[in-house]
C-alpha cells in the first residue's frame, strides 16, 4: 500500500496527469495491520484499500500473483499477464509453518486476519482455558500475555531463554511480567504433538488444552525466489540503498533484505516496512519520470512489546536499552499501535504520509525524541 503511495507522490511531484498508470495488485479488499493481530478485538486491524487507493489514482486489481517473469517484464495474477515498466515487490512475509508435527491442522495462528478470527471466535465466551503458546519472541509474547488476561498460559520455546533474539537488554522486565500474569514457560522444549484436546511436549509432558497458538519464524513471500537467486536467511532479496534489486524491480517491506546500517539489516516490522514502501514505491515511479532517487534512510531503531495486563516495553537501540515499562511502555505501545493507521479519503494527508519516511512520533519525552521510530 505505501509502495503505491510512494508511486502517487512521485507522479504528483512530476505534475499529476504524466500518463503513468500505478496499479496495486493485491487479493484482498483491506490493508491488515498485522503488529495489532494480537488484541481482542482483531477485526479493527483493517483499513479499507478503496479508502486509500481511490483520492491518489491507484488502480487496484484483485488477484493473486503467481509468476514473475523479470525477462518480459510481466506477472501473472489469476492466470492473467499483466506487463509492467517497473515493478515493486512488497508481497509480505508469511509463518513458518510445521509440516511434519502430528496434528498441525489443529493449531492457531495470529499471522493473518482470517487467523487471529478464528482463534477470537474459538475462545469467545470462555473464561477459563489453557493455552499452549509455542515460541518466545515478538508475536508469541504479545499472544501469550493477551491471553493470560482470561485463562492459563504455558509458553514453550526450544531456546534457553525467554525472548533470545531481543538479547539481554530487556528480559528482566519481561520475566517480570510473565510472572506477574502467572505465565509458566517451558524453555529448551518443543510440541511434539497436537491432539484432540492435548498437546504432547519434547519432556513427556502431556498438557490438557485444545489451543495450541503457533508463533515460531518468518520467512518471505515465496515470489522472491522469481526475482533472484540469492537470498538471505530470511528468504529476502538483497536491494542497493535505493531498494533496487534488478533495473527494472524495486523492494520493499519483509520482502527486502536492505540495509539498517554497516553491522544491520532491517527488520521484518512495520517500523520498516513502511518506509521501505514508500522509498521503494518512490523511487519506482521517479525512475520512468526523471525524477531524482531516494535513499533508504532508516530512522534509529527501537522496539515495542505489549504485555497485556503487565504494561509494556519501549527498548532504544540494537543493545535494546530498556526506555520506558510497565504503564508508561503499554502508553507508548498503544499509541504506535494508534499511529500505524493510515490516513484515509483525503489525497493530500495521504501523500503526505507518504513523503514522511522518517518521522518523530509527538509522544516521546523531549529527551528520548532521537529514539522516535520510522512508521
Known sequence: MWGAAGAALARERSGGDVGLRITLISPNEHLVLRP???????ELAKVELRRILDPIGVEHLRAWVSTIDTGRRVVVADGEEIGYDRLVLASGSRLVRPHD??????????????GALRLTEHLR???????????????????????????RVLVVDRSRVVAEQLGRGPREE???ALDALGIECRLETVVTEVGDGHAVLSDGTKVETDTVVWSV?????????????????????PVDQRLRARPDVFVAGDTAAAAFDAEHAVMQACQHATPLGKVAGYNAAADLLGVPLRDFTPGPYVTCLDLGNAGGIFTRGWDRKVMASGSEGKEIKTRINQAIHPPVDDADKILAAADRVRIELPFFPRDQEEAAPAV
Not at 520467512?219 to 540469492?230: G, H, K, M, V, Y
Open 101 to 114: 508435527l502430528p496434528g498441525a491442522e489443529r493449531l492457531f495462528d495470529i499471522d493473518t486476519l482470517d
Open 217 to 237: 519464524g518468518m520467512r518471505a513471500s515465496e515470489l522472491t525466489r522469481q526475482i533472484c537467486d540469492e537470498l538471505d536467511h530470511l528468504g529476502r532479496v
Open 36 to 42: 495489532r493481530l494480537y488484541e481482542p478485538e482483531p
Open 174 to 176: 519481561i520475566e517480570a
Open 125 to 151: 465466551g470462555r473464561e477459563d482455558y489453557t493455552a499452549v503458546v509455542v515460541g518466545a519472541g515478538f508475536t508469541g509474547l504479545e499472544a501469550a500475555t493477551a491471553l493470560a488476561a482470561q485463562g
